[in-house]
């Protein structure tokens, strides 16, 4: 989990972090969001512009496909963008003829294919952007260009064939607690999540809301449980060495138990205010450590508990009550 500073000495700390009341509910697309991958709505069939190519033939080039933008490239290499608002400039300048490597955007905002669908989201939001190039991360090649509407036709896609997949699994399990004859039932499940893998990043929190929902439990239950195990998932991921998730799954509650070996976290209150990041920037030029993981935690609880001693590693427990399916 989040670590404040990387310290040897022995300091243990825990916090019991209450539910948050008003939370509102969250929605399936919410939920989408997380579960995909940037590569999973960028459109592939990209068209581009080489360096070379005038202001003139560009100019062309949008009219005829009707876009608003494109990457520009030098061989296989993205070196630029050019916007809608880019041309509409040199327009204003007087519209005299240059190559597109005079006019272009040279600091390329760019997502990676392997990135959660939810930084492009934020991104779009924050940036004001109509498109992003999306690279490949080991090769840092471009491979699709990702847009508001390209988002939006993902999700309207996913929305469909994930109910018609999901019907048959649901029906086979839903009354899985009333068929079991025992005073108490619990079932339990373990899935281990490796350090620094960002490339499989978010498969536990996958799994883990594809068995809920294939137990019938109700739609906004494992929207939360799906959050909360994606934003825990991530953090081993990025601060430690690797851990394991174990999710419980009771008649009157889910808890989601993750466990690292990690750095510890010196500050627990710290460590829940927005924005608070210890990623190095390594990690953050990849995409992530926003600093809003634990935040988003509880805020899909309804009791979050978090256990770390510095040097050794961090517990976090988090509950989600089964009556509260609406909130």
Not at 181 to 192: E, G, P, R, V
């Amino acid at each position: 989990m989040r670590d404040k500073k990387k310290d040897t000495s022995s300091f243990s700390s825990a916090e019991k972090i209450p539910r948050n009341k008003k939370g509102a509910a969250i929605t399936k697309v919410q939920e989408l969001v997380y579960e995909l991958k940037v590569g999973d709505a960028m459109h592939k069939n990209m068209i581009t512009a080489s360096v070379d190519t005038s202001m003139r033939q560009l100019r062309e080039i949008l009219r005829s496909h009707r876009i608003s933008g494109t990457p520009i490239m030098d061989g296989d290499k993205l070196v630029g963008i050019v916007s809608i608002e880019d041309f509409i400039k040199w327009l204003a300048e007087g519209g005299k003829d240059c190559s597109i490597r005079e006019k272009m955007t040279k600091n390329v905002k760019t997502l990676y294919a392997d990135e959660p669908l939810v930084h492009a989201v934020s991104k779009l939001e924050q940036m004001g952007f109509g498109r992003f190039p999306v690279l490949d991360r080991q090769s840092n090649k471009l491979v699709g260009v990702i847009t508001k509407g390209d988002i939006i036709e993902s999700l309207l896609r996913e929305l469909e064939v994930d109910y018609h997949e999901e019907e048959i699994h649901r029906y086979r399990a839903s009354h899985i607690f009333e068929d079991i004859i025992a005073d108490k039932a619990t079932l339990t499940f373990q899935y281990s999540v490796k350090a620094k893998d960002f490339s499989r990043a978010g498969e536990v929190s996958s799994a883990l809301r594809k068995t809920l929902n294939r137990l019938g439990i109700h739609p906004n239950i494992v929207r939360r449980a799906a959050i909360a195990s994606y934003e825990a998932e991530m953090n081993v991921v990025i601060y430690t060495d690797g851990g394991e998730i174990v999710m419980t799954v009771r008649p009157d509650k889910i808890q989601i138990d993750v466990k690292d070996s990690g750095p510890g976290i010196a500050d627990i209150k710290k460590a829940f205010e927005p924005g608070y990041s210890t990623a190095p920037d390594w990690v953050r030029e990849l995409g992530f450590g926003a600093g809003m993981g634990l935040c988003n935690i509880k805020k899909c609880s309804d009791e979050t508990v978090l256990n770390s001693t510095v040097g050794k590693g961090t517990h976090l427990k988090v509950s989600i009550n089964m009556n509260t399916a609406e909130r």
